[in-house]
């Protein structure tokens, strides 16, 4: 059965070999299993409670925060516009990029990119590549006669595959694979949809390929008949410049064709980059030593202080048979003599000095290291707020190479919606957006556009800068020095800091005629 598997599938295991050969799967496996606290796998040491401080994930979640945060804006412009041999045609091609920035910011709010994008960051934590799927759902309901639409998801490093495992370049790749899991019965009827043989539709059969997911939970499926699953594979190639797809299992073909498209919809950044590898490096990993130290340290501590919090008797038995601590209770004694010279107390254990102090170290410094000091989470006293914001930059500055990679990953899936756009969306289907807080839509012939050359770019502002608690410093600097009034301080707050603003600016406003109609009397 092994030579009649497709050659797609041979390649898939080519990929999986390489992976298993570099320890992704068990990477990753290792890694999320710290994040959601589960750190004491595996372990050996018996007979010690097992306490869990769980310092990765508090790190990890303000690396994620930090890098997202900031609003994100896709812009995209025409290469070819400085040559428009017409104004008509600079016309058009401003007006479609144009409609397509305001597009792409009504997509992001209506798909919840920003929930797309925490899960994008934290794959990329856990395994070091944050990889993005775009296909084409025509099931998509759209409130008007045209249906269907892009839909975006995260894809994990796990299931991608590439020709060229040491070139990081997704777009120059020979193909693409991307693996998941389904059941029989829903690809037994995505094949017959297609076109496929009764012969070829029962060769696609329930396998055990689950064992190599991102995470100890994709072991465990259900195991009744119904919901018995295979491994689909899709595969992404150019022909004459253009992409061409296959869907398959081990040994079926179920779809073949042409996406139409110059681009791959698939699109991934790395959180490190690693030298020669299509992977990169997740900062988990780095982590995971001392993680390791500090709980096993705080559990040595917690079994030392409970077998020696309390004192112990030690007493002679030949001269006291039975030993008592009932309070009050007499204690019979044999012979004469001096009973303290049967009886001695010992005394609680005492600790090490520094211990707790290197435990603490320990867990400072592996915070600090990673950029999450105690004034970057907000743990210290707002004493010196110019100061602490200084300190809290200086913390971001190692997150700006992440921040920059994961922006170049947006700008390509920008690329993907807009080729996809002038693909899909017929010229009589309306294109929505939202402008002053209302939705609009219109429709716009994308034909012209197909060919010219379409740049999109992030922008947004700097991390270090964008930060509620950073705006509100400044505009308090600015009313102490009375360069804003209160009305004014009070708008330009950030979200969320005060309710009611535009009562009391209104409250404002009228004091201030009042106190203006009383001068002037």
Same mark, same amino acid.
């Given at each position: 059965?092994?030579n009649?598997?497709?050659?797609?599938?041979r390649?898939?295991?080519?990929?999986?070999?390489?992976?298993r050969?570099?320890?992704?799967?068990?990477?990753?496996?290792r890694?999320?299993?710290?994040?959601?606290?589960?750190?004491?796998?595996?372990?050996a040491?018996?007979?010690?409670?097992?306490?869990?401080?769980n310092v990765?994930?508090?790190?990890v979640d303000?690396?994620?925060?930090?890098?997202?945060?900031?609003?994100?804006?896709?812009?995209?412009t025409? !290469?070819?516009?400085?040559?428009?041999?017409? %104004?008509?045609t600079?016309?058009?091609m401003?007006?479609?990029? !144009?409609?397509?920035?305001?597009?792409?910011?009504?997509?992001?709010?209506?798909?919840?990119?920003?929930?797309?994008?925490?899960?994008?960051?934290? &794959?990329?934590?856990?395994?070091?590549?944050?990889?993005l799927?775009c296909?084409?759902?025509?099931?998509?309901?759209?409130?008007?006669?045209?249906?269907?639409?892009?839909? #975006?998801?995260? +894809?994990?490093?796990?299931?991608l595959?590439? *020709?060229?495992?040491?070139?990081?370049?997704?777009?120059?790749?020979?193909?693409?694979?991307?693996?998941?899991?389904?059941?029989?019965?829903? =690809?037994?009827?995505?094949?017959?949809?297609?076109?496929?043989?009764?012969?070829?539709?029962?060769?696609?059969?329930p396998?055990?390929?689950?064992?190599?997911?991102?995470?100890? =939970?994709?072991?465990?499926?259900?195991?009744d008949?119904?919901?018995?699953? *295979?491994?689909?594979?899709?595969?992404?190639?150019?022909? &004459?410049?253009?992409? $061409?797809?296959?869907?398959?299992?081990? @040994?079926?073909?179920?779809?073949?064709?042409?996406?139409? /498209?110059?681009l791959?919809?698939?699109?991934?950044?790395?959180?490190?980059?690693?030298? &020669? %590898?299509? @992977?990169?490096?997740?900062?988990?990993?780095?982590m995971?030593?001392?993680?390791?130290?500090?709980?096993?340290?705080?559990?040595?501590? /917690?079994? @030392?202080?409970?077998?020696?919090?309390?004192?112990?008797?030690?007493?002679?038995?030949?001269?006291?048979?039975?030993?008592?601590?009932?309070?009050?209770?007499?204690?019979?004694?044999?012979?004469?003599?001096?009973?303290?010279?049967?009886?001695?107390? +010992?005394?609680?254990?005492? $600790?090490?000095?520094?211990y707790?102090?290197?435990?603490?170290?320990?867990?400072?410094?592996?915070?600090?290291?990673?950029?999450?000091?105690? #004034?970057?989470?907000?743990?210290?006293?707002?004493?010196?707020?110019?100061?602490?914001?200084?300190?809290?930059?200086?913390?971001? +500055?190692?997150? /700006?190479?992440?921040?920059?990679?994961?922006?170049?990953?947006?700008?390509?899936?920008?690329?993907?919606?807009?080729? $996809?756009?002038?693909?899909?969306?017929?010229?009589?289907?309306?294109?929505?957006?939202?402008?002053?807080?209302?939705?609009?839509?219109?429709?716009?012939?994308?034909?012209?556009?197909? &060919?010219?050359?379409?740049? %999109? @770019?992030v !922008?947004?502002?700097?991390i270090?800068?964008?930060?509620?608690?950073?705006?509100? %410093?400044?505009?308090d600097?600015?009313?102490?020095?009375?360069?804003?009034?209160?009305?004014?301080?009070?708008?330009?707050?950030?979200?969320?800091?005060?309710?009611?603003?535009?009562?009391?600016i209104?409250?404002?406003?009228?004091?201030?005629?009042?106190?203006?109609?009383?001068?002037?009397?």
């Amino acid at each position: 059965m092994k030579n009649n598997t497709t050659s797609t599938w041979r390649q898939y295991e080519a990929g999986k070999d390489y992976k298993r050969r570099i320890g992704l799967y068990e990477t990753v496996r290792r890694n999320e299993r710290y994040y959601r606290g589960d750190q004491w796998y595996g372990s050996a040491l018996p007979d010690v409670p097992r306490p869990i401080f769980n310092v990765i994930r508090r790190i990890v979640d303000y690396q994620i925060c930090t890098v997202i945060s900031g609003n994100l804006y896709i812009n995209y412009t025409d !290469e070819d516009l400085p040559y428009a041999d017409n %104004s008509a045609t600079r016309q058009l091609m401003l007006s479609g990029t !144009e409609l397509l920035t305001k597009n792409a910011a009504y997509r992001w709010e209506h798909e919840k990119l920003d929930n797309v994008m925490y899960r994008l960051m934290l &794959d990329a934590a856990l395994s070091g590549d944050g990889v993005l799927y775009c296909w084409w759902d025509p099931s998509i309901r759209t409130g008007q006669p045209y249906s269907g639409d892009i839909v #975006t998801e995260t +894809v994990d490093n796990s299931n991608l595959f590439v *020709a060229d495992v040491n070139s990081t370049d997704l777009q120059s790749q020979e193909y693409i694979i991307l693996s998941g899991r389904d059941s029989v019965c829903s =690809l037994r009827r995505e094949a017959k949809k297609y076109g496929a043989t009764e012969s070829e539709i029962k060769k696609i059969l329930p396998d055990s390929e689950f064992d190599f997911g991102a995470g100890d =939970l994709s072991e465990y499926e259900l195991e009744d008949e119904v919901s018995a699953k *295979a491994t689909y594979l899709i595969k992404f190639w150019r022909e &004459d410049g253009y992409v $061409m797809f296959e869907k398959s299992t081990r @040994h079926t073909v179920i779809r073949r064709g042409s996406t139409g /498209m110059r681009l791959y919809p698939v699109t991934y950044f790395n959180w490190y980059p690693t030298k &020669d %590898s299509f @992977h990169g490096t997740p900062p988990v990993s780095g982590m995971i030593a001392n993680q390791k130290f500090i709980n096993r340290a705080y559990a040595l501590m /917690m079994k @030392h202080m409970t077998d020696t919090a309390f004192s112990k008797v030690i007493y002679d038995k030949s001269k006291i048979p039975e030993w008592s601590n009932e309070v009050g209770e007499a204690i019979a004694a044999l012979g004469g003599g001096n009973i303290s010279d049967s009886v001695s107390v +010992v005394g609680v254990g005492q $600790m090490q000095d520094g211990y707790l102090e290197l435990i603490e170290n320990a867990i400072a410094l592996t915070k600090e290291l990673n950029g999450a000091t105690d #004034t970057a989470l907000g743990n210290t006293d707002p004493t010196n707020t110019s100061a602490i914001l200084a300190m809290q930059e200086a913390a971001r +500055v190692p997150l /700006m190479q992440v921040r920059s990679s994961l922006c170049r990953c947006i700008e390509e899936l920008a690329s993907i919606w807009a080729e $996809m756009i002038f693909l899909y969306y017929p010229k009589d289907r309306l294109i929505p957006y939202k402008e002053n807080g209302e939705t609009h839509a219109e429709c716009f012939s994308f034909e012209k556009m197909k &060919d010219a050359l379409i740049c %999109s @770019h992030v !922008e947004g502002s700097n991390i270090e800068r964008s930060s509620p608690v950073a705006v509100q %410093s400044i505009l308090d600097k600015l009313l102490d020095g009375g360069h804003i009034g209160a009305d004014t301080y009070i708008s330009l707050l950030p979200q969320g800091v005060i309710q009611s603003k535009e009562e009391i600016i209104e409250s404002i406003k009228n004091e201030r005629e009042r106190n203006k109609s009383i001068n002037e009397q």
